[in-house]
Nanobody, 119 residues
Framework: QVQLVESGGGLVQAGGSLRLSCAAS????????MGWFRQAPGKKREFVAR?????NYADAVKGRFTISRDNAKNTLYLQMNSLRPEDTATYYC???????????????WGQGTQVTVSS
């Protein structure tokens, strides 16, 4: 089992940048597929980005957000540039070490970090 703790959220003006971090426990972080999701008030949780041997992004963030990982530090990152008010949400880190046909299915979740983008 892995525990995930997000950090780096905050309030930023439109057009600004933030970098989220997700610290993971455990010795096998490098073997996990990691992801970022977000949930805005009154909306369903949605996929943002995923990293395993390759990276994948939701269309809404492609070209603005970059997912990366530092396996030596057991840390996942999400660099968010050109932020928009519609990016406002709670952002969640997720992990799995099992293959699923549903690429957006994850087993472990963090508590989330709030990102607010003002116009």
């Amino acid at each position: 089992q892995v525990q995930l703790v997000e950090s780096g959220g905050g309030l930023v003006q439109a057009g600004g940048s933030l970098r989220l971090s997700c610290a993971a426990s455990g010795r096998t972080f490098s073997s996990y597929t990691m992801g970022w999701f977000r949930q805005a008030p009154g909306k369903k949780r949605e996929f943002v980005a995923r990293i395993a041997t390759a990276t994948n992004y939701a269309d809404a963030v492609k070209g603005r957000f970059t997912i990366s990982r530092d396996n030596a530090k057991n840390t996942l990152y999400l660099q968010m540039n050109s932020l928009r008010p519609e990016d406002t949400a709670t952002y969640y880190c997720a992990a799995r070490n099992t293959w699923y046909s549903d690429a957006q299915r994850f087993d472990y979740w963090g508590q989330g970090t709030q990102v607010t983008v003002s116009s």
